[in-house]
């Protein structure tokens, strides 16, 4: 009785400790250690390539907001001569597309804007050759004028900045 209580005693004691440390170990801590590194070294390897080109998306999706968020003012307030160009007019005349007269080029724009700003209006508004009417659309007449005006000064014009129609 008392020998085996002894024996059991020492087994108590002595061994579980060790083998639930090995256990622990064993089964717990070692496929933390494994699961770890692996989880490191594909999030490490993910990253290491494709960085900027995230960097780049995610820069991207930030501008893009702020874009739309622009634009959505802008559908209430007459959006700058600027922004009407570079919504609408510059597909064409950023680069002389269809024959049109090049933004910044004062030798293509300067007999155009010679006939004056009244008739290069009605022109932009109603149409002229390849350019289609540029009025009743997404822009209102106003910043029709606007864009023209932002881009005939650009281009040697002196017109002076339309006024916003009365409300
Ligand atoms: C689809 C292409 C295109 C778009 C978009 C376009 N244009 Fe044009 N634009 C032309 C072409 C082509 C001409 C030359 C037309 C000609 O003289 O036959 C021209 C000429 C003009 C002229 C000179 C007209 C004249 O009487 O000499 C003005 C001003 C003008 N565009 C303003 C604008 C404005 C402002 C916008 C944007 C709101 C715009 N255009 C958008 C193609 C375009």
Not at 9 to 17: F, I, V
Request: aromatic share 6%; hydrophobic share 45%; charged share 15%.
């Amino acid at each position: 009785m008392s020998h085996s209580d002894h024996s059991t005693d020492s087994h108590a004691t002595s061994r579980p400790p060790l083998e639930l440390l090995r256990s622990v170990l064993g089964s717990f801590i070692l496929p933390l250690v494994v699961v770890g590194v692996l989880v490191s070294i594909f999030l490490g390897g993910g990253n290491s390539v494709p960085t900027a080109s995230m960097a780049e998306d995610a820069v991207a999706a930030r501008i893009q907001k702020v874009g739309t968020i622009a634009f959505a003012e802008a559908n209430k307030e007459p959006r700058t001569g600027e922004q009407v160009f570079q919504a609408q007019c510059g597909a064409c005349h950023a680069t002389g597309a269809a024959g049109s007269p090049k933004f910044g080029d004062a030798a293509a724009w300067g007999p155009r804007l010679a006939s004056g700003f009244d008739a290069l209006l009605n022109s932009a508004l109603k149409g002229k050759g390849n350019m289609g009417p540029q009025g009743g659309g997404a822009a209102s007449d106003f910043e029709v004028a606007r864009a023209l005006v932002y881009m005939a000064n650009a281009a040697g014009g002196k017109f002076p900045e339309p006024k916003a129609p009365a409300k």
